[in-house]
């Protein structure tokens, strides 16, 4: 069973309307999309996920509701070229990011330390490079750089360095056999700190789906996608993202630094977006699925009457 995150804060935040229309680019086990079609009936919801067992799923959920959905079995990268193609502005635009509590309980999928399984990791299993080519074929160098900038791993060059010496006798398989190199590379009271494989198969996971890539393309896409007065949530799950997330929501939020000091901005420099929210789960949620512990979602509107403030101040100057 997945738990939706941030669920009622998001919906609010996405400030539906009976006819909005709404693209969840993370279907996942359509939690969220459930409550939004609930919410737009007379609107539409386009709802990607690049996972087709996630799909069939909430499929299931969500043709219950309503037949005002299409669901999009393709990677999020491709939002721009997806909406373009039906010629669709959105009113709200949904991110809820990382994998679905079922992707990590599924032991087939390789994702989780927890279960034993072939090392995989691909949330679309039709791509090529797994976790078990990433382990076995990546250099030192490339592996030590995925752990430490990825899972932000302090020890990152030991277990690079472990992960070499053992797949020189024998290819590393599992989950669990990776797991057991790992914590036997860190020292004894860094094994006390939470499971001393986390950070690792976070960065590996990273590795094999080009998660801040994709993610970075789509969220500069999905701004450029909004209808004026449309919202963007993001719900991210560890620093790396939401880090990404903040970085591009200042850019288009912000007069450029060095325009700053100007008595007067051209308009066109005048920010097109504004940062609605940054928030947290409360103590409620975190206690009810733990989960949620790391989540944070931020929110930006695209300005509405972007242009018209602007002029008026020059017309009457
Ligand atoms: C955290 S789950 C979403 C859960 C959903 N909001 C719910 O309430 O049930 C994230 C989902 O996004 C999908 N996903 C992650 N990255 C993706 C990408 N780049 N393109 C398409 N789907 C992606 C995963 O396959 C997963 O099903």
Avoid: W
């Avoid at 069939?56 to 999009?72: D, T, V």
């Avoid at 994998?99 to 691909?122: C, I, T, W, Y």
């Avoid at 382990?135 to 030991?158: F, P, Q, R």
């Avoid at 939020?253 to 007067?264: A, H, T």
Wanted: hydrophobic share 35%.
């Amino acid at each position: 069973m997945h738990i939706s995150v941030l669920l009622e804060e998001a919906i609010r935040y996405l400030n539906l309307k009976k006819n909005s229309i709404i693209v969840d680019a993370t279907l996942g086990y359509g939690g969220h999309s459930a409550y939004i079609l609930k919410n737009i009936p007379q609107g539409y919801l386009y709802a990607f996920d690049q996972d087709i067992e996630a799909i069939k799923y909430a499929e299931e959920k969500l043709k219950m509701i309503g037949q005002n959905y299409e669901i999009i079995n393709t990677n999020f990268e491709n939002i721009k070229k997806e909406l373009n193609k039906r010629e669709i502005k959105a009113d709200g635009i949904l991110f809820d990011l990382g994998v679905s509590s079922p992707q990590l309980d599924n032991a087939e999928r390789g994702f989780s330390f927890h279960h034993d399984a072939k090392l995989d990791m691909r949330m679309d299993r039709n791509k090529k490079l797994t976790a078990y080519e990433v382990v076995n074929t990546y250099s030192y160098d490339d592996l030590k750089n995925i752990l430490y900038k990825y899972g932000e791993e302090k020890y990152a060059s030991s277990i690079a360095k472990a992960i070499i010496q053992y797949r020189s006798t024998k290819k590393i398989d599992s989950t669990l056999e990776l797991s057991e190199i790992i914590k036997n590379s860190v020292p004894e009271k860094y094994r006390k700190k939470g499971h001393p494989a986390r950070k690792s198969f976070q960065a590996i996971r990273i590795e094999v789906n080009n998660e801040l890539a994709v993610f970075e393309t789509a969220l500069k896409d999905a701004l450029e996608l909004l209808k004026p007065g449309g919202r963007i949530c993001v719900i991210t799950f560890h620093s790396l993202e939401d880090r990404l997330c903040k970085q591009i929501f200042n850019e288009v939020s912000n007069i450029p630094k060095e325009l700053r000091k100007l008595p007067v901005v051209p308009i066109e420099y005048m920010p097109k977006f504004q940062v609605i929210a940054n928030i947290k789960p409360s103590e409620a949620e975190i206690k009810n699925n733990p989960r949620s512990r790391s989540a944070r979602m931020r929110v930006i509107e695209r300005i509405d009457d972007y242009g018209k403030k602007e002029n008026e101040k020059i017309k009457n100057n």
